[in-house]
């Protein structure tokens, strides 16, 4: 199912002015295609009563985060404003505009779910997307993937998406629960499509202290979110 059209503003468009905006690399990007579909799963997993994207100061932007990356969200549109400590050494994944799409009976099937996510995300253009970091544009890159299964048509899919091919169309799985963003009904769902545009930040590049992080999208979906990011020593 569509997430925009079950959510309206709340999941679709999530967080950025002109930034730089390429195309990732479907054999060389850096861990992306994994981890927008780490980020979805992430997201869409956390209660909604600590959830980061309905954060509005950043209370919460700590919960569940685990690994190499530390995952920050947008907003349901509008300005926000939050403070975030972070530890020294992880990379940030900033979704500046992002979706995904999973098929549900009265709403989306494969085929819409893949044209749906490159309607929304193939609106934007560069001048459209902020990524800021004390200052200075970050680079955004633009990450599509799509599962089909041999024999369907992609005659209408953008060059820039990476395609994988199996039998069932399935991306990734996940689940959604009681208290979650997603309002279809409980139980292991699959999504078919994924596309945004993404921005790492690399906080060991980063002096321990303050940090402001700005990002924000003006189109279909229209949003601002600064980050106050302080940089922390590790725990551990």
Request: hydrophobic share 40%.
């Amino acid at each position: 199912m569509n997430v925009l059209r079950r959510m309206g503003s709340t999941l679709g468009a999530l967080c950025l002015g002109f930034a730089w905006a390429l195309p990732a690399a479907a054999h060389d990007d850096g861990g992306l295609f994994q981890q927008q579909i780490e980020w979805w799963q992430w997201t869409v997993s956390v209660p909604s009563a600590v959830n980061p994207l309905l954060d509005p100061t950043g209370k919460y932007c700590g919960v569940a985060q685990s690994g190499d990356y530390w995952y920050l969200t947008g907003n349901t549109g509008g300005d926000t404003t939050r403070r975030c400590a972070v530890p020294k050494g992880v990379k940030l994944l900033v979704p500046i505009v992002n979706t995904f799409c999973y098929p549900e009976e009265g709403f989306d099937d494969d085929a819409s779910c893949i044209a749906y996510v490159n309607d929304v995300i193939g609106s934007y253009r560069p001048r459209d997307l902020v990524l800021r970091l004390d200052g200075q544009d970050q680079e955004i890159r633009d990450v599509c993937e799509l599962t089909v299964a041999w024999g369907d048509d992609i005659s209408g899919v953008p060059p820039i998406c990476k395609i994988n091919r199996r039998a069932d169309r399935t991306l990734f799985n996940f689940v959604i629960g009681p208290d979650t963003i997603l309002a279809s009904s409980h139980g292991l769902w699959r999504a078919n499509a994924a596309r945004g545009f993404w921005g790492v930040i690399d906080t060991s590049r980063l002096a321990l202290g303050k940090h402001v992080l700005k990002l924000g999208a003006t189109g279909m979906f229209t949003l601002s979110v600064t980050y106050h990011l302080t940089v922390v020593k590790p725990t551990n």
